[in-house]
């Protein structure tokens, strides 16, 4: 994943707002149809390309074996999901409690960064004290940090603590705000909230938290709703840390488990690998279909990926 | 709105002392308090920061204390062939894809501009791949892919190719994984598009008035306008594809092979500081490629001058 800083801001704080609705109409303007033709034509050979290694994958996962390498076709000659019941248990554990786990961090990671992001981010957004200028260039400072030049010492750090073979250096993280990025973009969009609002609480007798509850959370949703679906995507499919910190298969997350498909290289388990890698994109395709809009807006006004 | 608030002149209470400021103007303490986690998580990434600067100058392996070796270290990254080879690869890797994948995603971004029916479909199925290209599953599915027997060679042979062997080839491999790169150029791409919309019809229309055709349109008033934009995506792009990880482990069974071809520097530093405990050299190199990030990126800002147009100058 990676971030950004304020270049983009100017040219994106409307972004949405001219395009989208009259895409209709401008398409009939200065286009002949036979250049409509063509575009889409392009766009679809495209668009072919894109999404065709993601059909053979949910093909091939309920072709039969000797099918998967030898048959081009996308169909399959009959449907086979005897992958999926066999991939399920072909680890040292079920893929059930792989999924568990993935999701029990997902979970936790979304709540960590959604409490401690948002924090950072009103006081940086909305309150006045001393070191503002130079806390905030810090954070900024982290979105450029390259990760790999703290694992050393933090994996020093956990081994002494005794964490290893725990989810705790994985979502310390989560829980400190150490996602720079969210917070940048829960800032930006603290500071587009009228601060009328925060004046008139203020009047009513609100202190701080009250506003930070009451007013500024319940308007940030759509800001948050951007960081869940982020955080999904990243915890969900994260490889390095778990690599890194888990090495008891039952504590394995799905993408540690997946791999585990090819350390065993049996080539008869292809189909198996497959079943299962559907199983794990499915979330992450599901949860992108269902919070497209605030993705598309995330990336927009931060450029996450 | 003006975030540089007035406090610090009225603080010192010059001429203007009627100036009546809100309750809580400075909120120094319910401040910090909103900060605490991340003042928590700041102590998380200083001392870390620190503890590897001086471990770059140790040898450490986990169980015997840290001994101050010096130089020695970095000495060694410049005699270490094994090293130069993974910056290589690293190097060919993202000075080949990220310029790809950037005109690949603005190609498309261009033919989706002007409105297209069905925009929200066509961005969704080329923005999916870059949620997915980091997943191991999709990594795996790439090895199958472009295996000596999979879809790739399979179509060649419909027009009489016979592919090579693209993932045990030290030759191609990397080129697979470049095309993966490439393969989920849509984040950018959602990025051009937002900027592609800002750019005001009018300055289209002035054009083609003085008689500029589409392709002296894109090069006079698109891509000057866009050049922000650009610059931004080349700045993370790089950042981001100079640390490959993942891919290059996965793809490889965290060997960097087939004969070292994909052999990422991250991978290499990984091996080093994981496997063989190494940790003094790990941090010795996650330094250097800190530098070598550093670098192109102040390259890049210094380069920017010289390219990148910024409207309101």
């Known amino acids: ?187 930006q969009f603290m500071r587009a909230l009228p601060r009328e609002l925060d004046e008139a609480a203020r009047i009513d007798g609100c202190g701080p938290f009250r506003i930070f509850w009451r007013i500024v959370v319940p308007l940030c949703m759509p800001a948050f709703a951007t960081t869940g679906i982020f955080t999904f995507i990243t915890t969900w499919n994260e490889f390095f840390s778990p690599l890194l910190y888990l090495t008891d298969s039952r504590l394995y997350t799905v993408p540690l488990a997946l791999r585990q498909f090819m350390d065993s290289q049996g080539t008869s388990s292809w189909g198996q690998m497959f079943a299962m890698s559907v199983v794990s994109l499915a979330p992450v395709v599901g949860f992108f279909i269902a919070g497209q809009k605030y993705l598309v807006k995330g990336i927009a006004t931060t450029g996450l990926k | 709105m003006s975030k ?66 010096g130089l020695d270290n970095f000495r060694e990254l410049f005699a270490d ?23 690949v995603a603005l190609g498309v971004a261009m033919l989706l501009k002007s409105g297209v029916k069905g925009l929200p479909v066509y961005r969704a199925v080329f923005y999916l791949p870059s949620l997915l290209g980091s997943s191991v599953a999709v990594v795996m599915l790439w090895r199958a892919i472009f295996g000596s027997n999979g879809a790739v060679n399979k179509f060649l042979e419909l027009f009489g190719i016979h592919g090579p062997s693209w993932t045990s080839d030290p030759d191609t491999s990397l080129s697979v994984l470049i095309g993966l790169h490439v393969w989920t150029f849509g984040a950018p791409m959602v990025i051009f598009l937002a900027a592609l919309k800002q750019v005001p019809v009018s300055y289209y229309e002035a ?37 490959t990880f993942t891919q290059g482990y996965v793809f490889s069974n965290g060997s960097g092979g087939p004969a070292d071809s994909t052999l990422f520097y991250n991978v ?46």
């Open chain 2, 207 to 243: 054009a083609a008035i003085d008689g500029a055709g589409k392709w002296r349109q894109f090069r006079s008033v698109t891509l000057p306008l866009i050049t922000p934009v650009i610059f931004f995506n080349l700045v993370l792009s790089l950042i981001g594809s100079l640390q």
């Open chain 1, 1 to 187: 994943m990676s971030a950004t800083t304020t270049p983009l801001e100017p040219q994106t704080s409307g972004a949405d707002s001219p395009g989208e609705h009259s895409d209709d109409h401008i398409e009939t303007v200065g286009s002949t149809p036979w250049k409509r033709f063509s575009r889409h034509l392009l766009l679809c050979l495209v668009g072919a390309v894109m999404i065709y290694p993601l059909l053979w994958l949910v093909s091939s996962s309920v072709k039969p074996d000797d099918e998967i390498f030898s048959d081009l076709s996308l169909w399959p000659s009959h449907f086979d999901f005897s992958h999926y019941t066999k991939g399920w248990n072909a680890l040292d554990h079920s893929f059930g409690l792989y999924l568990v786990n993935s999701l029990l961090l997902t979970a936790l990671a979304i709540a960590g960064n959604l409490v401690s992001c948002s924090m950072a981010a009103y006081a940086f957004a909305r309150m006045q004290f001393r070191g503002r200028k130079l806390f905030f260039a810090m954070m900024m400072g982290t979105l450029m940090l390259p990760a790999h030049v703290l694992l050393v010492p933090q994996y020093i750090l956990f081994s002494k603590l005794g964490l290893l073979n725990t989810y705790w250096p994985l979502l310390v993280p989560n829980f400190t705000a150490g996602n720079a990025f969210f917070v940048f973009l829960m800032v």
């Open chain 2, 81 to 103: 062939e094994r090293l130069h080879h993974s910056l290589m690869v690293t190097f060919v890797y993202t000075f080949v894809s990220v310029p790809l994948s950037l005109a």
């Open chain 2, 4 to 69: 540089s608030s007035p406090h610090s002149q009225s603080l010192l209470g010059g001429p203007e002392p009627v100036r009546r400021r809100p309750r809580g103007q400075r909120q120094n303490w319910a401040a910090y308090l909103f900060l605490t986690p991340w003042f928590a998580g700041m102590l998380f990434t200083v001392v870390p920061f620190a503890a590897s600067l001086y471990l770059a100058f140790t040898d450490y392996d986990l169980l015997t204390p840290a001994k101050w070796v």
């Open chain 2, 268 to 313: 290499y530093l990984y091996q080093q500081g994981f496997t063989s405990f190494n940790m003094g050299y790990a941090s010795a190199m996650a330094w250097l490629l800190l530098v070598i990030v550093a670098a192109f990126t102040a390259l890049n800002f210094i380069a920017q001058r010289y390219w990148v147009f910024y409207e309101n100058d």
